[in-house]
């Protein structure tokens, strides 16, 4: 008698986990088919109101709560979103065509909350893209006319030469005198692993429209953006290469990439001005 029972229970809590198993199974497989149909409506950046009717189809016929369907919303839109700022650069294209897709994918800014700061980032990177540079204060008295483009905690580092040792630093290296757009993309060394070299201070980097200044505990480094013949990019760093004197300086940063693309940025057009000057001046 208890064993018959048993094993009706058992029977009883086994289909119990099946139906579960197949309802679980049978919503992933209702959400699957529901991303790659709005994936398909939105491949040419234009959604119709014939696919705005299918994809309503879709999520009738497989009973999509709007819970289900904001997450693959969100799930398409961040990959997006990665895909955009892989590169450490939004060009305008770019910018526009995620203000489309959100708008398409009906997200709030609450639904986009938990990505707050990689928008602020990407909004800053696309002014950049601009020549829109963000005007803050800066820690550090600055001569009449200079305004401060960028502040960021940082370690200043020597580089440990070794001779006979070929150098095993990678980095995205851009010519402060060519036009090449910013870009991260490209093999980058980590500069605070690297034996190679050594953080000797620790202060802020300060990035105006005329210099980059390093003002440590115990050093102080101002790089003139006339003088700055290239910015090299590491994974947590930048390097700036002056000609005259002859300096290498290696900074290991937060936020490498947005603080090389305002500095690059900032020295370029510093450069373009007084290129301006002298032309007229002759």
């Known amino acids: ?78 990959r997006a979103l990665r895909d955009a700022v892989a590169d450490s650069r939004i060009t305008a294209e770019e910018s526009d065509e995620l203000a489309v897709l959100r708008t398409h994918l009906g997200l709030s800014d609450r639904d986009l909350r938990a990505d707050a700061s990689q928008l602020r980032r990407i909004c800053l990177l696309s002014e950049i893209e601009r020549q829109h540079l963000p005007l803050i204060d ?83 480094v101002v790089v003139p953006h006339m003088k700055l013949g290239r910015l090299e990019l590491y994974k947590d760093g930048i390097a700036l290469q002056q000609s005259d004197p002859a300096q290498h300086n290696y900074l290991i940063v937060d936020d490498p990439e947005l603080t090389a693309a305002v500095l690059l940025c900032a020295a370029r057009i510093r450069r373009g001005e007084l290129s301006g000057l002298t032309t007229r001046s002759a």
């Open 1 to 78: 008698m208890f064993s018959f029972l048993w094993l009706t229970l058992d029977l009883a809590a086994a289909a119990a986990v099946s139906g579960l198993t197949f309802l679980r199974y049978r919503r992933l497989h209702g959400r699957r088919l529901y991303k790659e149909s709005l994936e398909r409506a939105l491949a040419d950046g234009i959604l119709t109101e014939d696919e705005a009717r299918e994809l309503k189809s879709v999520r009738e016929q497989r009973d999509l709560t709007e819970a289900e369907v904001r997450m693959v919303a969100l799930s398409l839109y961040r």
């Open 138 to 220: 800066s820690p550090v008295a600055l001569a009449n006319g200079e305004q401060c483009h960028w502040v960021v905690q940082a370690r200043l580092a020597d580089r440990l030469v070794t001779p006979g040792r070929r150098t095993e630093l990678r980095s995205v290296s851009f010519d402060l005198a060519a036009n090449e757009p910013f870009s991260a993309e490209g093999e980058r060394s980590d500069l605070t692993s690297s034996d190679q070299v050594l953080p000797t201070d620790l202060g802020v980097v300060v990035v105006t429209n005329r210099r980059t200044l390093f003002r440590g505990a115990r050093r102080t």
